[in-house]
């Protein structure tokens, strides 16, 4: 199995599924961690020049070309399962549901440890931090 984690250090957890630059990916085998890699992501970074804004009462995420954005943040984890974040839009959400990447927004800040909760089962996902 292989987990994404998004990040801006390696180190914790990026609150912001589009603003983070990089994931962090775990692999996972027999309940343990095997390895990790960083990869570099698309995000609010690379689209700054498409990017729209969410009228008022609008979940963030549905504009026009959200999903071609949402396509490219996922290719980098198409070989994984398990997606986690500090929070993210609910058009990122489900257009990961979409590609199979179960996503999970949490409150815990350590990658390491959010990653050893999930395996554990004991990582709960937050829906209210969507937005």
Not at 11 to 22: D, E
Request: glycine letters at 10%; hydrophobic letters at 35%.
């Amino acid at each position: 199995m292989n987990i994404a984690v998004v990040t801006e250090d390696e180190v914790t957890i990026s609150q912001h599924f589009g603003r983070a630059p990089y994931y962090m990916v775990y692999t996972v085998e027999n309940g343990k961690i095997t390895g990790k890699e960083r990869r570099d992501k698309a995000g609010h970074h690379t689209f700054a020049a498409h990017h729209s804004e969410t009228a008022p009462g609008e979940r963030h995420g549905y504009d026009s070309g959200a999903q071609t954005r949402h396509a490219a943040m996922a290719g980098a984890i198409s070989d994984c399962q398990v997606l986690i974040s500090g929070g993210m839009g609910w058009g990122a959400f489900e257009s990961m549901k979409s590609y199979n990447i179960e996503a999970l927004v949490t409150d815990e800040n350590n990658m390491d440890e959010a990653v050893d909760r999930y395996i554990k089962g004991d990582l709960p996902n937050l829906m209210e931090r969507l937005h």
